[in-house]
């Protein structure tokens, strides 16, 4: 198992090194490219081996779309298999983080939640991993309030730390009812750039494919690098009107 998981790890690096290069060359094939049409100078650094750029420009064509890369792979079996998603908590949690965990178990269909114990990380993602784990979440806390998660995407990321403000947990509401459990569609707003639409990814692969009458509507809503979420149920009044309702 440990050797079939460095062959994975290494053939994965290799995959990664050699787009960056090929990108790399891509990019210099472009700057030339532009220089020609436009009649300007070749710049400095590209003029010793702009000959052979020109030359292999003759055998590019626009034809590259959908090709996959090592950021398509992470994600290959999104929509095709639904994500096993696990929830832990740091080491020693109040009885608060531990009651966060369970509300998270709600918002994400099918996860599960498990006991941190002593365990270390590693351990915890080899167990992960064995039992075909797809994401892993660790939630973090400070004197009592939960302050970050980290998301992890088995086997090999990507990984990202959100950092927690103002949360409210449904505990510290009162008279609450339950919640839906069932897929949620999902709705991102703000996530435009290379980042966002990366960031957008981790957040949206931990959810399955809902089904097209599923009432459940969960949204992440960027701006200036702050992501609001927003959890709601709608019914069609009419055949023109939807009612929102604001879970908690």
Request: proline share 4%; aromatic share 8%.
């Amino acid at each position: 198992m440990l050797r079939r998981e460095a062959r994975l790890r290494r053939e994965y690096l290799y995959r990664k090194a050699r787009e960056e290069a090929q990108r790399s060359a891509q990019e210099r094939k472009e700057k030339v490219r532009r220089a020609l049409e436009e009649n300007r100078l070749i710049p400095t650094e590209l003029r010793r081996e702009a000959l052979a750029l020109q030359g292999s420009l003759e055998f590019d064509d626009a034809g590259g779309e959908g090709v996959t890369n090592h950021v398509d792979d992470e994600y290959r079996w999104a929509g095709v298999e639904d994500p096993k998603v696990m929830i832990t908590t740091s080491r020693d949690p109040s009885s608060r983080l531990k009651m966060f965990a369970k509300e998270l178990k709600l918002v994400f269909p099918g996860a599960q939640r498990m006991n941190r114990g002593r365990h270390e990380v590693g351990a915890l993602v080899r167990a992960c991993k064995a039992n075909g784990v797809t994401d892993l979440l660790v939630v973090h806390e400070h004197r009592g309030t939960p302050v970050g998660f980290i998301v992890s995407h088995l086997p090999f990321g990507p990984t990202a730390y959100f950092t927690l403000c103002n949360v409210v947990m449904r505990h510290d509401i009162p008279d609450l009812g339950t919640m839906s459990e069932a897929k949620p569609h999902l709705i991102t707003h703000g996530f435009s750039s290379r980042l966002g639409k990366r960031v957008s990814d981790i957040l949206r692969y931990l959810f399955p494919v809902p089904k097209d009458d599923s009432h459940r509507v969960i949204t992440f809503a960027n701006q200036d690098d702050y992501i609001s979420f927003r959890h709601h149920v709608y019914r069609k009044t009419n055949h023109r009107n939807v009612e929102l309702t604001e879970c908690t």
